[in-house]
T-cell receptor, first 108, second 110 residues
Framework: KNEVEQSPQNLTAQEGEFITINCSYSVGISALHWLQQHPGGGIVSLFM???GKKKHGRLIATINIQEKHSSLHITASHPRDSAVYICAGMNTGNQFYFGTGTSLTVIP | NAGVTQTPKFRVLKTGQSMTLLCAQDMNHEYMYWYRQDPGMGLRLIHY???????AKGEVPDGYNVSRLKKQNFLLGLESAAPSQTSVYFC?????????FGPGTRLTVT
């Protein structure tokens, strides 16, 4: 069993829909990262959070430390949001545990 | 600030050949990492470094060697490439909780 599990693996949405990607982890972490990987391959860090909630534009990330669960929400989704979203937990030794990613396709 | 850069971006090797992938960062970060990404498996840590002159094994170190002679550079070497090492390789560096990725190197071993 992977230390970090994401769901769903694949997600197709219509433009404008509200999207939620979930991440559960079973190891102790000091921070959780949400990463975005576009079809070109580059990886961008979207959020890093250790508690509560963060918002950046149409993206919102939340984490519940007690339940070891995080969610990434995208409001008013757009085709340019199509990408793979990766959840990664970081432990106190700065090592990362990665989920296998959620592939999101937003259809116009 | 160039961030994290990787060279080369693409490479095709024959089985048994050797090569070195270079990762460079200009942010003065202590921690640097090499990952490989394979379909359906997510990112897996090959080796990492917590500072100049130090390296440590990650989850999948076999077949790879690394060196961190200068703080800004982290080299990943394949001494005798195998088809199982066909993958996309990502370098990353971190400072505190922030993490920065390079653009990736697509390696094919035939």
């Amino acid at each position: 069993k992977n230390e970090v599990e994401q769901s769903p693996q694949n997600l197709t949405a219509q433009e404008g829909e509200f999207i939620t990607i979930n991440c559960s982890y079973s190891v102790g972490i000091s921070a959780l990262h949400w990463l975005q990987q576009h079809p070109g391959g580059g990886i961008v860090s979207l959020f890093m959070l250790s508690s509560g909630k963060k918002k950046h534009g149409r993206l919102i990330a939340t984490i519940n430390i007690q339940e070891k669960h995080s969610s990434l929400h995208i409001t008013a989704s757009h085709p340019r949001d199509s990408a793979v979203y990766i959840c990664a937990g970081m432990n106190t030794g700065n090592q990362f545990y990665f989920g296998t990613g959620t592939s999101l396709t937003v259809i116009p | 600030n160039a961030g994290v850069t990787q060279t080369p971006k693409f490479r095709v090797l024959k089985t048994g050949q050797s090569m070195t992938l270079l990762c460079a960062q200009d942010m003065n970060h202590e921690y640097m990492y090499w990952y490989r990404q394979d379909p359906g498996m997510g990112l897996r840590l090959i080796h990492y470094s917590v500072g100049e002159g130090t390296t440590a094994k990650g989850e999948v170190p076999d077949g790879y060697n690394v060196s961190r002679l200068k703080k800004q550079n982290f080299l990943l070497g394949l001494e005798s490439a195998a088809p199982s090492q066909t993958s996309v390789y990502f370098c990353a560096s971190s400072f505190g909780l922030a993490n920065y990725f390079g653009p990736g190197t697509r390696l094919t071993v035939t």
